[in-house]
T-cell receptor, first 117, second 115 residues
Framework: AQTVTQSQPEMSVQEAETVTLSCTYDTSESDYYLFWYKQPPSRQMILVIRQEAYKQQNATENRFSVNFQKAAKSFSLKISDSQLGDAAMYFCAYRSNQGGGADGLTFGKGTHLIIQP | DAGVTQSPTHLIKTRGQQVTLRCSPKSGHDTVSWYQQALGQGPQFIFQYYEEEERQRGNFPDRFSGHQFPNYSSELNVNALLLGDSALYLC??????????????FGQGTRLTVV
């Protein structure tokens, strides 16, 4: 079974600065997706960024980028120019892509990101 | 596009009772997955429905069951409620295309409290 570990229960960053959230995972599979989801107090999970394991290039979405180290099974999220609206719980998630990607997501326990004005 | 909608938003039930939660997927999506999120934890996968059948199941007892209707909407049923079933229940939808799934879109969840 796959596992996802987020070792930082809480992180704090000053507005406009950069913060990196850590995630490691364990799997014996070679074909999978990794995701970062944001969950604000409204409770709705919002997809921030995704990475396909077979792509070597790190995914980027505006101020959000990842550092994907497949051999080390590490998938960190960097948020640049942090904004007050970035404050939320951030979850790292894994999804197998073997067999058509029909698997459910495996989530980490989350990191609570606080933005200091 | 209304996105994924769940009802009700909040629910209080007594131990031993049964509950039904409902989910309408994002327009154009055909696959629905359910997750349980306990307070302070990440969501845990309960099961997934596709073509009106349960396709995959997480580590949850048979008290948790579901259904998918021809319009792709879905229900999650929990029987014989326990205090430990108190959680946020999230529904996510996706689209199967060419044998692969698009990313999941989530609803705002149903907060279930068992007393």
């Amino acid at each position: 079974a796959q596992t996802v570990t987020q070792s930082q229960p809480e992180m704090s960053v000053q507005e406009a600065e950069t913060v990196t959230l850590s995630c490691t995972y364990d799997t014996s599979e070679s074909d999978y997706y990794l995701f970062w989801y944001k969950q604000p107090p409204s409770r709705q999970m919002i997809l921030v960024i995704r990475q396909e394991a077979y792509k070597q290039q790190n995914a980027t979405e505006n101020r959000f980028s990842v550092n994907f180290q497949k051999a080390a099974k590490s998938f960190s999220l960097k948020i640049s120019d942090s904004q007050l609206g970035d404050a939320a719980m951030y979850f790292c998630a894994y999804r197998s892509n073997q067999g058509g990607g029909a698997d459910g997501l495996t989530f980490g326990k989350g990191t609570h990101l606080i933005i200091q004005p | 596009d209304a996105g994924v909608t769940q009802s009700p938003t909040h629910l209080i039930k007594t131990r031993g009772q049964q509950v039904t939660l409902r989910c309408s997927p994002k327009s154009g999506h055909d696959t629905v997955s359910w997750y349980q999120q306990a307070l302070g934890q990440g969501p845990q996968f309960i099961f997934q429905y596709y073509e009106e059948e349960e396709r995959q199941r997480g580590n949850f007892p048979d008290r948790f069951s579901g259904h998918q209707f021809p319009n792709y909407s879905s229900e999650l049923n929990v029987n014989a409620l326990l205090l430990g079933d108190s959680a946020l229940y999230l529904c996510a939808s996706s689209l199967e295309t060419g044998g692969f799934s698009t990313e999941a879109f989530f609803g705002q969840g149903t907060r279930l409290t068992v007393v």
